[in-house]
């Protein structure tokens, strides 16, 4: 007993490395495609840096309900790559350790790590995409404030005309200011300052602007001349325009609804209409299939670790990633197929979960069960005569 809790730590220990170091580089390549084109589209919006972080923070979940099935296959893998290329898998089968038997460990990963994911892309993606979506609005319609452009002329609403010379500490402090607004009363004021910084008051939809050193003229239908007035500390009240509200969660569609909402939606009859009810069957069977999928996980990976003898080809390790990426678009496009009524959605998702199912259960079946069985040894064959193929092609270098 204390033989076999000593492997199965070992392999605990071989698999988790590269898994956790799989998930953080996935994860850490997925955010980083994405950050750039959100730093962009931030300052292209006029709206704080900071909040580039917060809709990063958005869209991790989606990252990691992918991150996760490729982690946790990756590190599968190469920890049974490593035990088949030592002989340690030769050894550990020799004193009776078979593939059954090793797979213990890899799912007690499997496990747990499906049901996070469940809670992913059941309840917390739906969640952050309606926020993402919510931030995106709010930087479009400035409810998160524009950043002030130094030596232009900005327009903050309707009735405000801002321009200052220069900013300090992060916007707080602005020096040489012109600033000209229409109140609601039908009196326009334009000043100059040296100085001014913005504060908020008790009402949300006013804030104040506090001028310092300057001069300012007012106009109304009721002066008979404007004035003109020089100051050393100046309030000046600004209305903050209107904001129209974000719509509510679910209404850009499946995405955002929670998955005891799309069974309710799809087969419980509060759908409204039929595109509704295809959208959620399509959106809830998708959920589902994605995470069903992480329990052949380990039997992929175990297949596709162990290369024909004498080789070291990471072709196994190209071919698992492949297989978890098609398999993934494939769902999506029959998600999409689904909700468009060109199949029924339990067809469009189910039958590629049943065809992968047996795809893995067979390679399983052809390493496990079958005398020196190699289920990628025809594509190491096929790889092995393609690469002479190339080198064939390629010129040959001339004597000298």
Do not use: C
Request: glycine fraction near 10%.
């Amino acid at each position: 007993m204390r033989r076999i809790g000593l492997i199965d730590r070992y392999l605990a220990r071989s698999i988790a490395v590269p898994l956790i170091g799989s998930l953080v580089l996935a994860a850490m390549l997925l955010v980083l495609d994405k950050m750039l084109r959100l730093f962009q589209f931030v300052v292209a919006a006029g709206g704080p840096v900071g909040v580039v972080w917060r809709m990063l923070a958005n869209l991790l979940p989606e990252y990691l309900s992918l991150g996760i099935p490729i982690g946790l296959m990756l590190g599968i893998l190469l920890a049974f790559r490593k035990l088949a290329l030592s002989s340690e898998l030769d050894a550990l089968r020799g004193i009776g350790f078979g593939f059954g038997r090793l797979l213990r460990v890899p799912y007690f990963y499997a496990v747990p790590m499906m049901l996070l994911n469940l809670g992913i892309v059941g309840y917390l993606e739906p969640y952050t995409e309606y926020r993402y979506e919510s931030l995106r609005y709010e930087l479009k319609s400035g409810a998160l404030g524009a950043a002030i452009k130094v030596g232009e002329f900005n327009q903050l609403g309707k009735k405000l005309t801002l321009r200052i010379d220069r900013s300090e500490d992060q916007g707080t402090r602005l020096h040489g200011i012109f600033v000209q607004t229409d109140q609601a009363n039908g009196m326009s004021i334009a000043a100059t300052a040296e100085q001014g910084r913005f504060l908020s008051t008790d009402d949300p939809d006013t804030i104040l602007f506090r001028l310092t050193k300057g001069r300012l003229i007012q106009d109304s239908p009721k002066f008979a001349a404007p004035r003109t007035l020089a100051f050393d500390s100046y309030d000046l009240p600004i209305n903050l325009p209107a904001i129209d509200q974000f719509r509510h969660r679910g209404g850009n569609g499946s995405d955002e609804i929670y998955l005891h909402e799309l069974w309710r939606l799809g087969y419980g009859g509060a759908a409204r209409d039929r595109h509704q009810l295809l959208e959620a069957q399509s959106g809830f069977n998708f959920r589902l299939v994605e995470v069903l999928m992480m329990l052949l996980l380990p039997l992929l990976a175990v297949a596709l670790a162990v290369p024909p003898k004498r080789s070291s080809s990471a072709l196994g390790i190209f071919v698992a990633i492949l297989t978890v990426v098609a398999y993934h678009k494939i769902n999506q496009y029959a998600q999409q197929a689904g909700t468009n009524g060109q199949f029924n959605p339990l067809v469009a998702l189910w039958v590629p979960l049943l065809v992968f199912s047996a795809m893995i259960a067979w390679m399983y079946h052809v390493l496990a069960h079958k005398p020196g069985g190699q289920p990628i040894g025809a594509l190491e064959r096929a790889a092995d005569r393609a690469a002479r193929l190339v080198r064939g092609l390629m010129p040959k270098p001339r004597a000298a």
